[in-house]
């Protein structure tokens, strides 16, 4: 990454003819990440769980920039049939992607199943844009600077594997398995950038979390003291989702951004500030934890990625 005073969004190159996926785009970062890459120029497809709530996002972009191309699409990320079915939509309408930015998540809700019977937060923010990525991984290919961001966070660095009680069944902590997910993340994109690098994929797998932001993500679903510390507590220290966001748009756009990478704010502690690439944890870039966690996705969502064949 070249030396820069400040990076914001207002650096974000011409996006016209691009075409990008963005999960969870009706609220906090997602929302914020949709309305700088349409003031570029870019199609956005807006990935969300609630439909009407996806057009009201629409509305409010559009109000503000007449003209934006955007399209809502349902997505529930923790039904990997729903997954399947973004996927097939969005095959039958477009010929290519350009970006696909894995940002949807939960934080700390109480012990839940998904669809497929799978901890909440493990499918949801990890399994579902596993096979989200596998399953569009053809049309990002036939991309121009094709990239997958991959949304994590710090709390990456405070997370392990519970492979004997993957789905919480035994004992189950909130933010234990909050964090499990976020290392999952951080997990899964390196593993595929080390993948998509092996193969001699044009794509590129970029890695950034946001610091800390001022969302629903932190009360939506979050009870007790999560909620408390999180979403009252130290809300002062937060900063707005515009700038959460930065990270994931210099993933997503900037020429400087390399495969691999983990951007997130430059500040102290990595709370807030202009992006830079920041240290991933040693456990994330584990060549062993690398493939278990690849074999185990592949085995509870039943998809293959098909990387080209190696030149």
Do not use: C
């Not at 990454?1 to 999960?23: G, L, N, Y």
């Not at 997954?83 to 039958?92: I, T």
């Not at 392990?160 to 993957?166: A, E, H, Q, S, T």
């Not at 690439?277 to 098909?306: I, K, M, N, Y």
């Amino acid at each position: 990454m070249k030396s820069q005073q400040r990076w914001t969004a207002e650096q974000i190159p011409d996006q016209a003819k691009r075409v990008f996926v963005v999960t969870g785009a009706n609220s906090g970062l997602g929302l914020a990440t949709t309305r700088a890459l349409a003031s570029r120029g870019a199609h956005v497809i807006l990935a969300v769980r609630d439909e009407a709530k996806g057009r009201r996002a629409v509305a409010e972009i559009t109000a503000e920039q007449p003209g934006a191309h955007l399209e809502v699409r349902p997505l529930d990320l923790a039904d990997l049939d729903s997954v399947r079915a973004f996927a097939d939509g969005v095959r039958s309408d477009h010929e290519r992607l350009d970006v696909l930015i894995n940002n949807a998540g939960v934080m700390a809700p109480p012990r839940t199943l998904s669809a497929q019977g799978h901890e909440l937060q493990f499918a949801a923010n990890h399994l579902g844009h596993f096979a989200l990525t596998g399953l569009l991984l053809d049309l990002l290919t036939d991309g121009t600077d094709p990239r997958v961001v991959t949304v994590s966070s710090t709390n990456h660095r405070q997370g392990r594997f519970f492979y004997d009680d993957i789905s919480g069944e035994h004992k189950y902590s909130p933010m234990a398995f909050y964090n499990q997910s976020k290392l999952a993340n951080a997990v899964f994109g390196w593993e595929l950038h080390r993948r998509l690098t092996a193969a001699g994929s044009p794509v590129r797998s970029v890695l950034a979390h946001p610091g800390y932001v001022s969302t629903n993500l932190q009360t939506s679903l979050a009870t007790g003291m999560v909620n408390m510390v999180f979403g009252r507590i130290l809300i002062p220290l937060a900063q707005p989702p515009h700038q959460g966001a930065w990270p994931q748009l210099y993933a997503a756009t900037s020429p400087d951004a390399e495969g691999g990478q983990f951007i997130g704010p430059g500040g102290m502690g990595e709370l807030r500030g202009s992006p830079k690439p920041v240290q991933l944890s040693a456990t994330a870039v584990e060549a062993e934890t690398g493939r278990r966690l690849w074999e185990l996705s592949e085995q509870l969502t039943a998809v293959r990625f098909a990387f080209p064949a190696a030149a």
